[in-house]
């Protein structure tokens, strides 16, 4: 019996180890020949390449969406009988008329209805489709990526819904793949213009208020995307609407978030890339009302304030730092590091230092940077391969110091990650900590051809040294470090206490910047120089209270009450003498009752 037990441990924990390590996170959403910002209606070739053609007895009838190479999503509305006899599906295809050298064909063997459909009320308008043979990805066959649970699509969102769907209701299919841009539509509007009832939390709407842009019959079944990053996200799978592009009816869609339970239950391998979309601002939906629709809830009860953010807490489990030399990280070793990533590729390394801002070097910045071509993932272990703890967020502002010599940017995130044992913000040295000389200190990055075929993050230990012929006060001294291309914009971290500070930023130092050495030997090589100086973050302290506000503070300075100041830190010498103060009463309160 032991034995059997033991058996049936390891057959589950391949299973499990199997559908992480082949999760569609490392290829879902990305299209590389989607270049647009906005569109007209005819698809460029290749621009949507998860869009599948559902065909029967050689009829389109409805789309649908490739989530894995043998997986298509669509609504259950589009089978009335679960017969795959004479069904066909089409992906790479761009035209109805003659065939096309990127598209392949499947035919199907399985038809999934989600159980709770309701043809009626048209909840849960969700199926699979099993195809007949996996397929090859290609530039024009794709997986998407699928909205998370958790994700928030404010009222506004820019969203694009694709198929070959009528262009007016009542009219005839489209030969060529149209696109629609239109913006979401908050559920509670949605319930307003519809019926107080009719949109449940299973659903998502969206649509101009005007009209004139939505999607139509033969588009049921295909995708509405929104784009986080680089990548393309499924929000919702077209269901049902109130005639086509009238004002006031937006489209209704299947909300895809909310069955990722029973899409990873229905697919035992392979499983579809689930990703958390964040939106940006406030939800200005909450504020909608009209006669019948329950007042948005809120709570009687006591509440106690959230715990405040700090810094420098890293997972004693996933950070056990001892060791000599550089070697490869593992998952959450340092959680505030950020790769900086400039239309998809590593450019950088940076850190989080505050709920919603990432700093690196400026270096890594022309002198007026285009903030919508950058984005940050956090999280992130490999370049290349899966990273299951990972988020990708839109940069929406990049602001740089402007001092003589050496400068640092902070990067505003378009939302504020979840913060988990693999997401934290780092402390920012403000000059009130002292690492002195012989302090073991780490750098880690993305050292360009670094990390084995995966680039997996490295790290490197160092120690502080006496700083000989620069200024001890602006600048930090270390051992060799050797930096490559892509390491600029991380951190020197050093550990005091139980939190981790951020010492500098890494780049190229200023001696040899002074001398005229190229950037791009410095890449290649170790520095030639015994120490390594570095500009210490306290010489931007102006610029960064300016631009990122209260500053955070780590775990053992954290007060239960903020100051009168408004500062969340409290002084360990303060807080020691008033533990002193309050034994002295305690023993003279002893002795005089004595």
């Not at 649908?64 to 009988?81: D, M, Q, R, Y």
């Not at 502080?464 to 951190?491: A, M």
Request: charged share 10%; net charge positive.
């Amino acid at each position: 019996m032991e034995v059997y037990k033991a058996l049936c441990l390891v057959t589950l924990l391949v299973a499990l180890f199997s559908k992480v390590s082949h999760s569609q996170l490392n290829v879902c959403g990305i299209s590389p020949l989607n270049t647009r910002i906005v569109g007209g209606q005819n698809a460029p070739p290749g621009s949507w390449p998860w869009q599948a053609s559902l065909q029967k007895s050689g009829s389109l009838f409805c789309g649908g969406s490739l989530i894995n190479k043998e997986w298509v999503l669509t609504a259950a509305h589009c089978f009335p009988s679960t017969s795959t006899s004479n069904l066909m599906v089409y992906l790479g295809r761009q035209s109805q008329q003659g065939s096309s050298l990127n598209e392949v064909s499947r035919t199907v063997t399985q038809i999934i209805l989600h159980p709770k459909y309701n043809s009626k009320t048209s909840d849960n308008d969700m199926c699979l489709l099993k195809l007949s043979s996996p397929v090859t990805f290609t530039n024009y066959i794709r997986p998407v990526c699928l909205a998370a649970p958790g994700s928030s699509f404010y009222a506004g969102t820019t969203s694009w819904v694709t198929g070959w769907g009528t262009t007016s209701s009542g009219g005839s299919v489209s030969q060529i793949l149209q696109e629609v841009n239109v913006p979401v539509v908050g559920n509670r509007k949605c319930n307003c213009n519809y019926g107080v009832g009719s949109i449940t939390d299973n659903m998502i709407c969206a649509g101009l208020s005007a009209g004139g842009k939505d999607s139509c019959q033969g588009d049921s079944g295909g995708p509405i995307v929104s784009k986080q990053g680089t990548r393309w996200i499924q929000s919702g799978v077209v269901s049902f609407g109130h005639g086509c592009a009238l004002a006031n009816f937006p489209g209704v869609y299947a909300r895809v978030s909310q069955y990722q339970t029973w899409i990873n239950s229905q697919i035992s391998s392979d499983q579809p890339g689930f990703i958390t979309f964040s939106s940006f601002g406030t939800n200005s939906d909450l504020s909608v009302t009209c006669t019948g629709l329950p007042s948005v809830r809120t709570t009687t009860t006591p509440t106690t304030t959230p715990a405040p953010v700090v810094c420098g807490s890293a997972s004693a489990f996933l950070n056990s730092r001892i060791g000599e030399g550089s070697s490869l990280v593992t998952a959450g070793s340092w959680p505030w590091i950020a790769s900086l990533q400039k239309n998809g590729a590593h450019v950088c390394g940076g850190t989080l230092v505050a709920v919603d801002s990432v700093m690196s070097d400026a270096s890594c910045f022309s002198s007026q940077p285009n903030a919508s071509q950058w984005t940050v993932i956090l999280g992130r272990l490999k370049q290349n391969g899966s990273n299951p703890n990972e988020v990708t967020l839109n940069v929406i502002n990049i602001t740089m110091s402007n001092l003589t010599g050496h400068n640092v940017a902070i990067l505003r995130l378009a939302s504020q990650p979840k913060l988990s044992n693999y997401i934290q913000p780092i402390c920012v040295d403000q000059g009130t900590s002292t690492f002195s000389t012989g302090t073991k200190c780490w750098v880690a990055g993305w050292g360009t051809g670094q990390g084995g075929a995966e680039q997996v993050l490295q790290e490197f230990q160092t120690s502080v040294v006496e700083c000989v012929n620069v200024s001890s006060s602006d600048n930090i001294c270390t051992g060799p470090v050797t930096l490559l291309q892509g390491d600029v914009g991380g951190p020197l971290m050093c550990k005091q206490g139980n939190s981790w500070f951020q010492t500098a930023v890494l780049t190229f130092d200023s001696s040899s910047n002074a001398n005229s050495t190229s950037k791009a030997r410095l890449s290649r090589s170790p520095r030639a120089s015994p120490n390594q100086v570095f500009t210490k973050t306290s010489r931007f302290m102006d610029f960064l209270r300016t631009t990122l506000g209260t500053l955070l503070f780590p775990a053992n300075t954290i007060s239960t009450t903020p100051s009168a100041g408004g500062s969340i830190g409290a002084s360990p010498a303060n807080s020691s003498f008033f533990l002193f103060l309050v034994l002295l009463f305690s023993l003279s309160s002893v002795l005089l009752l004595g």
